[in-house]
């Protein structure tokens, strides 16, 4: 039985086109399938290339879930919370084992995190403990990497809880970090790392 799959994205989705490729390029050997793809923003580029491989999405943005004006005088924390329930509806609908975090902004919260439990991993472009938390995705990992003035970055897979980064660590990729850098030319060394990193976080889910 393949692991039935959801991805959780925000943005362009180049890591769940790793994700997809192996799953190709795998078929039927391949242990997970993926069988649906939820964005928390309604133009993520990342549901194109779900829709491109015949993957059905979802959309579950705060406006989707909650009405624009619900939305707009919501806190942070009851639009993570209806956000989160809105993806849990989806994962049941589907059928869904394990979840993957690739590159989603939205900070799970409640009765998914109790549901998947030890089956939800996230994609962190820094070597954790180290430049986790609250604010830390994107290029603001890679401009406080080069502002601490580390020697090495990388990425991390680890399964998520209720601590925002804080789960158990299951694999680290390293690059080192060159005196010139930038945050967009570290991010291109990165990049790489996290297509395969995903990948194998996915299939270590899938021989649990």
Same mark, same amino acid.
């Given at each position: 039985?393949? *692991?039935?799959?959801?991805? *959780?994205?925000? /943005?362009?989705?180049?890591? *769940?086109? &790793? #994700? ?6 795998? /078929? ?15 133009? =993520?580029?990342? #549901?194109?290339?779900?829709?491109? &491989? @015949?993957?059905? %999405? ?11 004006? %619900? =939305? ?9 919370? =209806?956000?989160?329930? &809105? ?15 690739? /590159?989603? +902004?939205?900070?799970?919260? @409640?009765?998914i995190l109790t549901k998947y439990e030890n089956k939800i991993i996230n994609l962190?472009?820094?070597? +954790? ?5 609250v604010g830390m995705w994107g290029h603001h990992v890679h401009e406080a990497v080069? =502002?601490?003035?580390? !020697?090495?970055?990388?990425? %991390? ?16 990729? !390293? ?25 194998? /976080?996915?299939?270590? #889910?899938c021989n649990q």
């Amino acid at each position: 039985m393949k *692991l039935r799959t959801c991805v *959780l994205v925000s /943005g362009g989705g180049t890591n *769940l086109q &790793a #994700l997809i490729d192996y799953q190709k390029e795998k /078929g039927e050997s391949c242990p997970y399938e993926i069988v649906v793809v939820i964005s928390d923003h309604k133009d =993520a580029f990342a #549901l194109e290339r779900a829709k491109n &491989a @015949g993957i059905p %999405t979802a959309i579950k943005s705060p406006y989707a879930v909650m009405g624009k004006e %619900t =939305a707009q005088a919501a806190s942070r924390e009851e639009k993570r919370q =209806a956000v989160s329930n &809105a993806m849990l509806q989806v994962c049941n609908e589907y059928k869904v084992d394990a979840i993957v975090e690739a /590159g989603c +902004l939205t900070v799970l919260v @409640g009765d998914i995190l109790t549901k998947y439990e030890n089956k939800i991993i996230n994609l962190h472009p820094a070597l +954790l403990p180290k430049f986790g938390g609250v604010g830390m995705w994107g290029h603001h990992v890679h401009e406080a990497v080069l =502002a601490a003035g580390e !020697k090495e970055s990388g990425c %991390t897979v680890h399964l998520v809880t209720s601590e925002c980064d804080g789960g158990k660590i299951l694999l680290q990729k !390293k690059v080192p970090v060159m005196p010139d850098d930038t945050p967009d030319t570290l991010y291109a060394r990165i990049a790489p790392e996290e297509h395969k990193a995903i990948v194998e /976080g996915l299939l270590l #889910l899938c021989n649990q």
